[in-house]
Structures are given as C-alpha cells and as structure tokens.
C-alpha cells in the first residue's frame, strides 16, 4: 500500500510557467489537503476537499487552485508561477474530514520558482 | 499571525537526554493538540496527541504535558536517541472547524551520540 504519492519529487520552475502537482492517494478517504512548509513558518493550508466534487480554502489560497474529480486524485495548480511560491508542497488526506482526525502526508515536492 | 507559537526552532541534546519542545495557543476553543514528528525527505507523521481534559499523556518515550489555564503544551522525549532526529511540528484544531488544522513553525531536533 503506497498511501499518498506526489508528483514530482522536485521541480525548477521559471516564473510566469503554468504547473500542476499531482497527488494521489489509495486509502480511500474522503478528505484531501495541500499544504505548504516554508521554514520558519511551520504548515500552512492551501486548499482542502472534504469529498470528491467539493473544494474549500485554506490560509493561503491565492495563487493556487485545486480539484477534486474523484476520490484518489487531488492535483494543486499553479496558474503563473511567482518566486514567493518557492516552497515545500506536501498532500495529506484524512478518512472523513472531521476535526480531530490523523492526517497522513506524501513525501513532498521540492517546488523552486525562478 | 500564527495561531500556534513554538519553540526552540532547534535543539541539541546528548543521548540519553531530555528533549522538551514547547508550543502556546491563544484560542481557547482549540481541543485537540497532536504532535507531528518528520524525517528529511519525508512528510510529517502523527506522533502522539492530547484532548484538553487530560493534563498528560504518555506513550513510550514520549509524554505531551497540557496546560490549560496557561494555554501551553509541551513534548518531553525521555531517553532521547539519535534516531529521534527530526523535525517536530505541535498543532491545534477545533471542532466545528472543519479541516483546519493551525501548525506551529517546528522544532529541528539533533540528538548526539
């Protein structure tokens, strides 16, 4: 069982590039998270889903979007990449959404805008 | 403004050592608190977690001590071992909240052999 996969492990991007991140997560649950981890600053939530067809937004949405086709696939798009999203992206998912529930992460990508 | 304040951003201890990482809260509304351990390369990991109507928990090596009135939690790894090398993230949430988990800005832990 692989959990959550990300993709790619890393990437340089130039600024003004269009990029998606894909995440995908064979435990079946419900609920998807993108996350960014910028030092100093600890985990920082982008977008979430609660189940599929359904989005929302985190502390730091802009810049960003999400969706949510189906149960596994959760991919984070970066319409026109800027430097001060240079950051470390991370997918989560968590089996229903409700509060007070394990989150479980992916491996990460290393995401550098120049 | 971060919701959750913690520190130190890094620590060194000896093995066989004590390593205690703090965290403060200023919503009185949050309830759940875990602890979140990482590896390089890796992405963080439950640890242990605590509700606030306990004043602490204990698993193995590991012990969360709430303080309620203070708005203050706290890991203490006992015995610390170079494998406890990490980074460890404290977070807060609260129900009715749907999703929102608040990290803190993580603690770089070093445990010398």
């Known amino acids: 069982i692989a959990g959550i996969t990300q993709a790619p492990t890393s990437q340089i991007l130039a600024a003004g590039r269009r990029m998606t991140l894909r995440c995908t997560q064979d435990?079946?649950?419900?609920?998807m998270y993108w996350y960014r981890q910028d030092l100093g600053l600890g985990l920082r939530l982008i977008h979430y889903?609660?189940?599929?067809?359904?989005?929302g937004k985190g502390e730091v949405p802009d810049g960003y979007s999400v969706s949510r086709a189906n149960t596994d696939d959760f991919p984070l798009t970066l319409a026109s990449a800027v430097p001060s999203q240079t950051s470390v992206y991370f997918c989560?998912?968590?089996?229903?959404?409700?509060?007070?529930?394990?989150?479980?992460f992916g491996s990460g990508t290393q995401l550098s805008v120049l | 403004q971060q919701q959750v304040k913690q520190s130190p951003q890094s620590l060194i201890v000896q093995k066989g050592g004590i390593s205690i990482i703090n965290c403060a809260y200023e919503n009185t509304a949050f309830d759940y608190f875990p602890w979140y351990q990482q590896f390089p390369g890796k992405g963080p990991a439950l640890l242990i977690a605590?509700?606030?109507?306990?004043s602490e928990k204990k698993e193995g090596r590991f012990t969360i001590s709430f303080n309620k009135s203070a708005k203050q939690f706290s890991l203490h790894i006992m015995d610390s071992q170079p494998g406890d090398s990490a980074t460890y993230f404290c977070a807060a949430s609260l129900s009715g909240n749907f999703n929102k988990f608040y990290f803190g800005s993580g603690t770089k832990l070093n445990v010398k052999p």
């Open positions: 605590i509700r606030p109507d306990v």
């Open positions: 435990m079946r649950h419900n609920a």
């Open positions: 889903s609660n189940t599929a067809g359904t989005t």
């Open positions: 989560a998912s968590s089996e229903s959404g409700t509060p007070n529930e394990k989150l479980f």
